[in-house]
């Protein structure tokens, strides 16, 4: 072997070895916790002892038990998922819209000020929005000053919508990112050529605009559905009964019941939904175009 073999064969060696903390870092605190997880599931809890047993009881109970609760819980969940995500998306693409097209050399500093809320705790931003919503909060307080109400609202906190709400709200300043990228990389001669064609403006948003913006819009849903899907401190906060949340469950599983292999056993349903629901969006739209949106 020749010299310059050498150095190529050490060149693609080091290139490897970039990769090794990376995967250090995904195998130790992502793949281990989910094999312990994954073993833990097909176990049994027997007087607060993990007892190896090796079966599948913890998943049928997750889909017969309560009269299947634990699964309307799942697709109640999901719906409200979805719900966040759409109320979500249509408040962060006008806001990414608007800093793409006329906030001019401006737009980073627009940027920088929308995100600027993830700086603070998301406890602490759901406890803020309590002392709004809440049912002593700073609406309530106001209409009664003003008397416009006799007595405190009631739906506007502990309930499913204040969740979707808060979930929408928190995450919409994150999604603004994926899809203003995919706005600044459309090509303006595609919108003056629709304009010099005789397109309205609407026509030229409905037929290059937002198809091009598809992989930013995409990415966004992968920001917020899969990690709302099993939100629990949201639901916590905000719920109350009827703003449960599967992640409430797990969570009570792991703690209140301490049943971890029926807790596991539920969070690698939620898994595998979710590892299904990013299957189709990848499917939909293609890796390497959701990656461009990045």
Request: without cysteine.
């Amino acid at each position: 072997m020749s010299s310059r073999d050498l150095l190529e064969t050490f060149k693609e060696i080091r290139h490897y070895l970039t990769l090794v903390p990376g995967v250090f870092w995904l195998v130790l605190f992502l793949f281990v916790p989910l094999a312990v997880m994954g073993i833990f599931s097909f176990w049994s809890m027997i007087e607060y002892e993990l007892i190896p047993t090796w079966t599948f009881e913890n998943y049928v109970a997750v889909i017969t038990s309560r009269n299947g609760l634990y699964i309307k819980l799942l697709l109640k969940s999901l719906g409200m998922s979805v719900a966040a995500t759409v109320v979500s998306i249509s408040m962060a693409y006008p806001m990414a819209y608007y800093i793409s097209r006329y906030a001019g050399k401006y737009k980073y500093l627009w940027i920088n000020t929308i995100i600027a809320p993830y700086m603070i705790s998301w406890v602490i931003t759901l406890f803020g929005w309590r002392t709004i919503l809440g049912y002593g909060g700073l609406i309530n307080f106001l209409l009664m000053k003003l008397g416009l109400i006799s007595e405190p609202i009631t739906w506007l906190w502990h309930n499913w919508g204040a969740v979707i709400f808060v979930l929408a709200v928190g995450w919409a300043p994150w999604l603004v990112l994926p899809i203003f990228v995919s706005l600044e990389k459309i090509d303006e001669s595609l919108l003056e050529a629709a304009r010099d064609l005789g397109a309205s403006p609407i026509q030229t948003f409905l037929t290059v605009t937002l198809p091009l913006s598809i992989p930013g819009l995409l990415l966004a849903v992968f920001f917020i559905l899969i990690p709302t899907f099993g939100e629990f401190v949201a639901p916590r906060i905000a719920g109350g009964t009827s703003g449960a949340m599967y992640g409430m469950a797990i969570e009570d599983a792991f703690t209140r019941m301490a049943n971890w292999p029926f807790a596991s056993a539920m969070t690698f349903i939620l898994l595998a939904i979710s590892i299904v629901i990013a299957f189709v969006l990848i499917r939909r739209v293609g890796l390497e175009t959701l990656m461009e949106a990045l």
